[in-house]
T-cell receptor
Framework: GAVVSQHPSWVICKSGTSVKIECRSL??????MFWYRQFPKQSLMLMAT?????????EQGVEKDKFLINHASLTLSTLTVTSAHPEDSSFYIC???????????FGPGTRLTVL | GQNIDQPTEMTATEGAIVQINCTYQ??????LFWYQQHAGEAPTFLSY??LDGLEEKGRFSSFLSRSKGYSYLLLKELQMKDSASYLC??????????WGAGTKLIIKP
C-alpha cells in the first residue's frame, strides 16, 4: 500500500517555542492532506485540511495563526505549532487519501510534549 | 448534523467472535471505513465498504447497510494482539472522513 511518513516521531520542547512537523507521501501524490490531533484515550480530531497550492481549511475552534499549515508540493505538507504551550501536548497525525479508492493512509504520528 | 456512533468499550475472549457496530449520519455518503489503532500508534486501514453487503478479509469482515446507516466489523478467532481501538469513519459528499470516537476492544485469555 501507499506510504506516508512523518517527521519527527516525537519532540519535546519548551513552552513558547515553535515546532514544525512534516508529512510526506512517499510513493504517491497528494493534493490534499489532513492533519489530526489525538489526546489520550480520545478519538482523532480533524484540525485542518491541507490543500496543495492554496490555503488550508481549518476546523471550527482551531486557530489558523497558531497552527500554520503549508502544502508546498504534491508530496509534502507541514504543520507548525507556533508558541507552543503545555496544552498543545498531543499526538499529531497526518493522512493522505489515495484518489483511486478514497482510502486514507496515515503517517506514524508525532508525539509532541511541551514542557 | 453529521454523527458517528459506536460503543465505547467491548470485552471478548480469545478465540471467540466479536461484532462492533457503527451507525452514521452524514451529508452525502462516499463509503464507510474501519481502522485499527493500537495505543500510541497511528490508525491502520482494515476495510472500506461503499456498497451494501459483507466484505470478508481473512479473520475480519465488514458489513454495510446504506439504507439503515449501519455498519459492523466482525472479528473471528480473536487473538490477544487484536486488543486495540477500532475506529469507524464515514466519508461524506465532500470526501471528508467523519470519525467515531472508537471502540476499545479488550481481549481476555
Amino acid at each position: 500500500g501507499a506510504v506516508v511518513s512523518q517527521h519527527p516521531s516525537w519532540v519535546i520542547c519548551k513552552s513558547g517555542t515553535s515546532v514544525k512537523i512534516e508529512c510526506r507521501s512517499l510513493d504517491f501524490q497528494a493534493t490534499t492532506m489532513f492533519w489530526y490531533r489525538q489526546f489520550p484515550k480520545q478519538s482523532l480530531m480533524l484540525m485542518a485540511t491541507s490543500n496543495e497550492g492554496s490555503k488550508a481549511t481549518y476546523e471550527q475552534g482551531v486557530e489558523k495563526d497558531k497552527f500554520l499549515i503549508n502544502h508546498a508540493s504534491l508530496t509534502l505538507s507541514t504543520l507548525t505549532v507556533t508558541s507552543a504551550h503545555p496544552e498543545d501536548s498531543s499526538f499529531y497525525i497526518c493522512s493522505a487519501p489515495l484518489r483511486e479508492n478514497n482510502e486514507q493512509f496515515f503517517g506514524p504520528g508525532t508525539r509532541l510534549t511541551v514542557l | 448534523g453529521q454523527n458517528i456512533d459506536q460503543p465505547t468499550e467491548m470485552t471478548a475472549t480469545e478465540g471467540a467472535i466479536v461484532q462492533i457496530n457503527c451507525t452514521y449520519q452524514t451529508s452525502g455518503f462516499n463509503g464507510l471505513f474501519w481502522y485499527q489503532q493500537h495505543a500510541g500508534e497511528a490508525p491502520t486501514f482494515l476495510s472500506y465498504n461503499v456498497l451494501d453487503g459483507l466484505e470478508e478479509k481473512g479473520r475480519f469482515s465488514s458489513f454495510l447497510s446504506r439504507s439503515k446507516g449501519y455498519s459492523y466489523l466482525l472479528l473471528k478467532e480473536l487473538q490477544m494482539k487484536d486488543s486495540a481501538s477500532y475506529l469507524c469513519a464515514a466519508m461524506d459528499s465532500n470526501y471528508q472522513l467523519i470519525w467515531g470516537a472508537g471502540t476499545k476492544l479488550i481481549i481476555k485469555p
